[in-house]
């Protein structure tokens, strides 16, 4: 039986509303609760409001009581967009591209992905579980309470389908809901170097049917190099088929239409987007689809950064995540998201804050049970230790998270 929780006396309660995407201007609205109170039950938000207007209505002695005075209430963070489980790590390569080496010269010398691959081979199940338990528990120190993970350094079907088994077998045991993707499709291996057309058949053919039933998701590094769009639609109709929902890695590195096949195919998401164009904004704002921005990897790769405010003003629904893996990304630091979406990418603090609630649900396909401090949603939601939700930008790069609630049990206490 979970314990019933009663919040009162919050300086402030900061939350969008409803169970689907926010698009364009609706991303700057947010529901402000002055002294706020909140009421959860059995795992899921009972009640929410002022604290005057609670008190009247519950009694504290039947609660486990929290006074968040002079402190603010967010959703619990979803961090849309992760490869958190893998063996080994790159700080090589990152000493490399520090030196002016950049990622895809870092990749011809054998780096890359396919320096990940190897070490995830090698990696034993029961270690990369330990390894992602470690990692999930770092995150949610951040307030992260919902994380989406992608497999992709296999690039083979035993080990894709150890990467997906180690994130099953942690959504089971662990508190954090995680959100599995397949990923097969992340680089060719170098036995397949000439014979591209030949592993995306075998994707198609040999692997997708044996693990869709372990995946929510695909996604495709849909790339110059990598994966062309007409492979990418080839590996994601056939991921559709067999009734798994559709992500890209898209228009990263050159424009290559990856946010228009985004559209065309109704993918949830599409993520990266720092050379979209103008035609694959409309298209992912005209068919619904979220777009997900990765600024730490734009700040580690010192890359332009995605056109976040343009898209908003276009009338997009941005996602935030971290874009966490061994190679070009190596954080799972919130504060740094944040500091880097207002500061250099020109998002609102609302709107940042929108983007990995609400919105990186939505990339999910969850906002009709996380993102939100909605009444009968999950009760996920972060206390921060200032009065304010405009302080996580503000003091830059620090975690002020205090306390996380995730399903109505307290999981950190920062």
């Given at each position: 039986m979970k314990k019933s929780i009663f919040i009162i006396n919050a300086s402030q309660i900061a939350s969008s509303k409803g169970a689907k995407a926010r698009f364009g201007e609706e991303m700057k609205e947010l529901q402000i609760i002055e002294d706020g109170a909140v009421v959860i039950e059995e795992g899921i938000i009972k009640a929410i409001g002022t604290t005057e207007e609670l008190l009247s209505k519950y009694s504290k002695e039947d609660y486990e009581v929290i006074d968040a005075k002079g402190k603010t209430i967010l959703p619990g963070f979803v961090d849309s967009h992760t490869h958190f489980i893998f063996g080994g790590y790159r700080a090589e390569e990152f000493s490399w591209r520090l030196n002016g080496v950049s990622y895809m010269e870092i990749m011809e010398r054998g780096g890359g992905i396919i320096n990940t691959v190897r070490s995830t081979k090698e990696t034993p199940l029961?270690?990369?579980?330990?390894?992602?338990?470690?990692?999930?528990?770092?995150?949610?120190?951040?307030?992260?309470?919902?994380?989406?993970?992608?497999?992709?350094?296999?690039?083979?079907?035993?080990?894709?389908?150890?990467?997906?088994?180690?994130?099953?077998?942690?959504?089971?045991?662990?508190?954090?809901?995680?959100?599995?993707?397949?990923?097969?499709?992340?680089?060719?291996?170098?036995?397949?170097?000439?014979?591209?057309?030949?592993?995306?058949?075998?994707?198609?053919?040999?692997?997708?049917?044996?693990?869709?039933?372990?995946?929510?998701?695909?996604?495709?590094?849909?790339e110059k190099n990598v994966f062309s769009v007409e492979q990418s639609r080839r590996i994601l109709l056939k991921a559709k088929e067999l009734g798994m929902k559709l992500k890209l890695h898209a228009d990263e590195i050159v424009q290559l239409g990856g946010a228009e096949l985004a559209g065309e195919l109704g993918a949830t998401s599409a993520d990266h987007l720092l050379q979209a164009s103008d035609k694959g904004i409309e298209s992912m704002r005209e068919n619904d689809v979220i777009a997900t921005l990765l600024p730490c990897t734009a700040f580690s790769l010192r890359e332009s950064y995605a056109r976040g405010r343009e898209m908003i003003d276009r009338g997009c629904a941005v996602a935030l995540a971290t874009d966490f893996n061994p190679g070009s990304c190596f954080t799972y630091s919130i504060p740094l998201l944040f500091a880097l979406a207002c500061i250099e990418m020109r998002l609102t603090i609302e709107e940042a804050i929108t983007a990995l609630t609400i919105n990186g649900a939505a990339a999910l396909g969850k906002a009709h049970e996380i993102g939100t401090l909605d009444i009968g949603k999950k009760a996920d939601l972060v206390i921060l230790s200032y009065p304010s939700y405009k302080y996580i930008p503000y003091h830059v790069g620090i975690n002020i998270v205090e306390k996380v609630i995730k399903n109505g049990e307290i999981v950190v206490n920062n």
């Amino acid at each position: 039986m979970k314990k019933s929780i009663f919040i009162i006396n919050a300086s402030q309660i900061a939350s969008s509303k409803g169970a689907k995407a926010r698009f364009g201007e609706e991303m700057k609205e947010l529901q402000i609760i002055e002294d706020g109170a909140v009421v959860i039950e059995e795992g899921i938000i009972k009640a929410i409001g002022t604290t005057e207007e609670l008190l009247s209505k519950y009694s504290k002695e039947d609660y486990e009581v929290i006074d968040a005075k002079g402190k603010t209430i967010l959703p619990g963070f979803v961090d849309s967009h992760t490869h958190f489980i893998f063996g080994g790590y790159r700080a090589e390569e990152f000493s490399w591209r520090l030196n002016g080496v950049s990622y895809m010269e870092i990749m011809e010398r054998g780096g890359g992905i396919i320096n990940t691959v190897r070490s995830t081979k090698e990696t034993p199940l029961e270690e990369l579980i330990e390894l992602g338990r470690k990692r999930l528990d770092s995150m949610m120190k951040f307030g992260v309470t919902t994380v989406e993970g992608k497999s992709g350094y296999g690039l083979d079907l035993d080990t894709e389908v150890k990467q997906l088994e180690a994130m099953r077998r942690l959504s089971s045991d662990h508190p954090m809901d995680i959100v599995s993707t397949f990923l097969g499709a992340h680089a060719v291996p170098k036995e397949y170097k000439g014979k591209e057309e030949e592993y995306v058949s075998f994707i198609i053919d040999e692997v997708l049917p044996k693990v869709n039933n372990l995946a929510e998701f695909c996604d495709v590094f849909c790339e110059k190099n990598v994966f062309s769009v007409e492979q990418s639609r080839r590996i994601l109709l056939k991921a559709k088929e067999l009734g798994m929902k559709l992500k890209l890695h898209a228009d990263e590195i050159v424009q290559l239409g990856g946010a228009e096949l985004a559209g065309e195919l109704g993918a949830t998401s599409a993520d990266h987007l720092l050379q979209a164009s103008d035609k694959g904004i409309e298209s992912m704002r005209e068919n619904d689809v979220i777009a997900t921005l990765l600024p730490c990897t734009a700040f580690s790769l010192r890359e332009s950064y995605a056109r976040g405010r343009e898209m908003i003003d276009r009338g997009c629904a941005v996602a935030l995540a971290t874009d966490f893996n061994p190679g070009s990304c190596f954080t799972y630091s919130i504060p740094l998201l944040f500091a880097l979406a207002c500061i250099e990418m020109r998002l609102t603090i609302e709107e940042a804050i929108t983007a990995l609630t609400i919105n990186g649900a939505a990339a999910l396909g969850k906002a009709h049970e996380i993102g939100t401090l909605d009444i009968g949603k999950k009760a996920d939601l972060v206390i921060l230790s200032y009065p304010s939700y405009k302080y996580i930008p503000y003091h830059v790069g620090i975690n002020i998270v205090e306390k996380v609630i995730k399903n109505g049990e307290i999981v950190v206490n920062n």
